[in-house]
């Protein structure tokens, strides 16, 4: 169970946090003041720490390094009264996660505790190379699975970058563990004991990514009605791992640039350099070099990102790997789920081996633990994978060489088939083949296809996670690949 650790003299407040609903395995521990604070963190080595800056035995900041002596890797929050932003500020200088400005409303700390609990597994839980069994000592890290030379020689090249302090690029397709890559490069580096923090920049609107990384002054725009601090002032003296660099707009990409070349930037609206000392792993799942010949990606970033590269294989190219990641996942689910499921029968390894998976690990993560759910018996059978199903479906014909006798088929066959639901199921597939028609067009380029099909950024990656597009990124997960 993870525990959040609330200090603050204000009995209201932690009140109100006593009743905040994080997330179901989350218990909320409350101190009154720094001493009771640091016995309660001692004791129970939490995972997010919140203090308010004027405690009655301590200030806030004074708690906050102490906190930091025993554990480095706790994000911690600042909570300040109106007249006190510069002290909470300096202490984000210091490490801290973030700030809250009083009063506040509690659906956004909602959001800001899970992704501080995601922040904690990201640096506290390992991230380890090679087979994993039950008799791991270590069995809640998260791990890189596969025996085939390919992934082989990922794991050497994991162990030749991770002691030099250089920036890493690493290409995938989405799904196939590019992140817990760039944590194993983070937990073997001389970094380790420094933060490590994960922006996905395609899952931030334009718009807010360069704020996210960067910071902001007050009055930079409309809405910032106070400084923050970006993740590279935040991140000083760990590691960056920044996902999908190639939906970045240009003027982003101009400023991880200047960056990556002296470790200086400024904040939105502002206009002093600040001097920062983060390593940068980067990844995409596009490949960058059509995206330079359109002038939608700087050459000269890609140079800079391109200093050691890691590819990692589709699984469908490393299918000897499947039993051993299936398997893999079966003894995390079994566990996890309590289940007693021990093995996978012949009949559901071969399904599972003769699948194409488009979604990479991540789909077959999915899929193992969709299995366990649906089990009645001691060992998984080809009926409970849900693969099954989508090989045993009638395939829609492609609407582009199609003709429409094709079409009236597939109709026929599906009401043959008892659909209550065809009008649905129709406007579905013809969507989701218009949709991957445009993004191969744009080489995924979200807002150049979002600008031919006519809808917003927004509308346009909506529908890509209801149609299976793209996988809806999980706040606190533990991942594996």
């Known amino acids: 169970m993870a525990h959040i650790l609330v200090i603050d003299d204000d009995p209201?407040?932690?009140e109100c946090f006593r009743y905040i609903q994080v997330a179901a395995d989350v218990n909320i521990l409350t101190a009154s003041s720094a001493e009771e604070g640091i016995k309660l963190f001692a004791k129970h080595q939490p995972e997010v720490v919140l203090i308010d800056v004027h405690l009655p035995d301590d200030s806030g900041l004074e708690c906050f390094r102490r906190i930091q002596r025993i554990q480095p890797k706790t994000p911690v929050i600042l909570m300040t009264g109106q007249g006190t932003a510069e002290t909470a500020i300096e202490a984000m200088r210091l490490g801290a996660f973030e700030y809250l400005l009083k009063p506040f409303d509690l659906e956004p700390i909602q959001e800001l505790l899970r992704r501080a609990l995601e922040i904690c597994r990201l640096m506290r839980v390992p991230a380890k190379m090679g087979e994993y069994s039950p008799?791991?000592?270590?069995?809640?890290?998260?791990?890189?699975?596969?025996q085939c030379p390919a992934m082989q020689a990922v794991y050497k090249s994991i162990g030749r970058v991770a002691p030099q302090d250089v920036t890493v690029l690493i290409l995938?397709?989405?799904?196939?563990?590019?992140?817990i890559v760039a944590r194993a490069i983070y937990h073997y580096s001389k970094r380790s004991e420094?933060?490590?923090m994960a922006i996905n920049c395609a899952a931030i609107p334009d718009t807010l990514l360069e704020s996210e990384l960067f910071g902001h002054e007050k009055g930079a725009f409309t809405g910032a009605e106070r400084r923050r601090i970006g993740k590279f002032e935040q991140c000083n003296g760990g590691t960056l791992f920044l996902d999908e660099v190639g939906d970045m707009a240009p003027l982003t990409q101009a400023k991880i640039l200047r960056v990556l070349q002296d470790q200086t930037f400024e904040?939105?609206?502002?206009?002093?350099?600040i001097k920062t000392n983060v390593r940068l792993i980067a990844a995409t799942n596009r490949p960058l070099e059509p995206l330079i010949a359109a002038g939608q990606?700087?050459?000269d970033l890609f140079y800079r990102l391109n200093v050691y590269t890691i590819r990692l294989p589709p699984l469908r190219e490393r299918s000897e790997d499947v039993t051993l990641l299936a398997k893999h996942f079966l003894w995390r689910y079994n566990r996890e789920l309590n289940k007693q499921v021990h093995e996978i029968s012949t009949?559901?390894?071969?399904?599972?081996?003769?699948?194409d998976w488009p979604g990479n690990v991540r789909?077959?993560?999915s899929v193992i633990k969709q299995a366990l759910l649906q089990s009645t018996g001691p060992a998984i059978l080809p009926s409970f994978l849900p693969i099954v199903e989508k090989e045993n479906k009638e395939p829609m014909p492609d609407a582009a060489n199609a003709s429409p006798a094709r079409f009236d088929e597939w109709i026929l066959n599906r009401i043959a088939a008892g659909s209550h639901n065809l009008h649905e199921e129709w406007l579905q597939i013809v969507e989701k083949q218009l949709l991957d028609i445009v993004l191969k067009h744009t080489h995924q380029n979200q807002s150049e296809a979002a600008r031919i099909l006519g809808i917003s950024r927004s509308t346009l990656r909506t529908k890509m996670l209801a149609l299976g597009l793209v996988e809806e990124p999980e706040r606190i997960k533990s991942s594996s690949a």
């Open 363 to 365: 789909e077959l993560q």
């Open 347 to 355: 009949e559901a390894l071969a399904a599972l081996t003769r699948y």
């Open 12 to 14: 209201l407040i932690l």
């Open 172 to 179: 995938g397709e989405s799904g196939t563990g590019k992140e």
């Open 297 to 299: 990606f700087r050459s």
């Open 194 to 196: 420094g933060p490590f």
């Open 267 to 273: 904040r939105v609206g502002g206009n002093q350099p």
């Open 135 to 146: 008799s791991s000592v270590d069995d809640q890290a998260d791990h890189l699975v596969g």
